[in-house]
């Protein structure tokens, strides 16, 4: 099963962090998934860890690529169509990261990984 990571979903795996859904802990260990990481979300990571609102990250911010690729995980590059999705989403959700995600998980037709509520307001699979 193919899947996008949100940010969130990333960090706490990688943190061993308690907030992390068994459902999701499951499926992020299951051989069975084939885990995505959108290029937005190196871009979230190395932007809150320079403002200093990500201080346990360096190492990841700064070596994100090598990173996800030991996690075993795939990157996710952002594309024109992606681009152009997120920006003509409807609705008021400012974050543009999360709307990346959401047009990237609409785009490619994939469920994303996420406790995030807000992505159910635009039909994209959510698995929390």
């Given at each position: 099963?193919k899947?996008?990571?949100?940010?969130?979903?990333?960090?706490w795996?990688?943190l061993?962090?308690?907030?992390?859904?068994?459902?999701?802990?499951?499926?992020l260990?299951?051989?069975?998934?084939d885990?995505?990481?959108?290029?937005?979300?190196a871009?979230?990571i190395?932007?809150k860890?320079r403002?200093?609102k990500?201080?346990?990250v360096g190492?990841?911010a700064?070596?994100?690529?090598?990173?996800?690729?030991?996690?075993?995980?795939?990157?996710?590059a952002?594309?024109?169509?992606?681009?152009q999705?997120a920006?003509l989403?409807?609705?008021?959700?400012?974050?543009?990261?999360?709307?990346?995600?959401?047009?990237?998980?609409?785009?490619e037709?994939?469920p994303?990984?996420?406790n995030?509520k807000?992505?159910?307001?635009y039909?994209?699979?959510?698995?929390?």
């Amino acid at each position: 099963m193919k899947v996008l990571l949100d940010t969130h979903t990333l960090l706490w795996w990688t943190l061993n962090d308690p907030r992390l859904s068994p459902k999701a802990a499951a499926l992020l260990s299951s051989f069975q998934t084939d885990a995505f990481v959108s290029a937005a979300t190196a871009w979230e990571i190395a932007t809150k860890f320079r403002l200093g609102k990500l201080l346990n990250v360096g190492s990841f911010a700064n070596d994100f690529g090598v990173r996800i690729a030991q996690l075993g995980f795939r990157e996710l590059a952002v594309t024109v169509e992606h681009g152009q999705r997120a920006g003509l989403l409807p609705g008021d959700h400012r974050d543009p990261f999360d709307r990346m995600l959401v047009a990237q998980a609409q785009a490619e037709n994939m469920p994303i990984v996420s406790n995030e509520k807000i992505f159910d307001q635009y039909h994209v699979r959510r698995i929390w």
